[in-house]
């Protein structure tokens, strides 16, 4: 177990939507990265976030945004859901930036209907 | 072209044989280099990390850089079952951001 955790487990919205999805990072570290994996590929970076400030984005809309919380615990939101968006969602927190491992949760399933 | 190629596979081995993965990047500036392992349902979780040409052994695993070929491998000796799942290799880009390959699902008969 990696000590990161994400709620809900699986989620289903419709087009149009909003969603919130939540990660609990290991304490004492200070970095949270959320990707975006589509089933039958590898994750894509969606954005990184360091001492609750934004620190690097991906190939990725405005309608993708996040928070990080001082109790290491960070959102994604994504507004005005796409059928496109069904993946699973993943965080993974690290103590630093740069080349620090990086350790996952389990993922948020999201499908919009 | 693709920052990152893997074969997705699927591979199918039987216990015990030697398993093979590889993956080729372009971007020269690549420095780290790791490998993940993801279970079905599950995030994943690293298994192997270098940041040098050469190899690198842990236990069943090793993992092999060329940089100069801008390849890397994992080989996974005398294969179980549970060794069955999809492996993603992963690099840091310049900013510091882990760029991802397709991944390769593999499974091992009994």
Known sequence: ETGVTQSPT??????????????????????????????GQGPQFIFQYYREEENGR?????????????NYSSELNVNALELDDSALYLCASSPGLASDTQYFGPGTRLTVL | QKEVEQDPGPLSVPEGAIVSLNCTYSNSAFQY???????????????????????????????QVDKSSKYISLFIRDSQPSDSATYLCAFYNQGGKLIFGQGTELSVKP
């Open chain 1, 10 to 39: 699986h989620l289903i919205k419709t087009r149009g939507q909003q969603v919130t999805l939540r990660c609990s990072s290991q304490s004492g570290h200070n970095t949270v990265s959320w990707y975006q994996q589509a089933l």
């Open chain 1, 58 to 70: 991906g190939n990725f809309p405005p309608r993708f945004s996040g928070l990080q919380f001082p």
């Open chain 2, 33 to 63: 280099f790791m490998w993940y392992r993801q279970y079905s349902r599950k995030g994943p979780e690293l298994l192997m990390y270098t940041y040098s040409s050469g190899n690198k052994e842990d236990g069943r695993f090793t993992a």
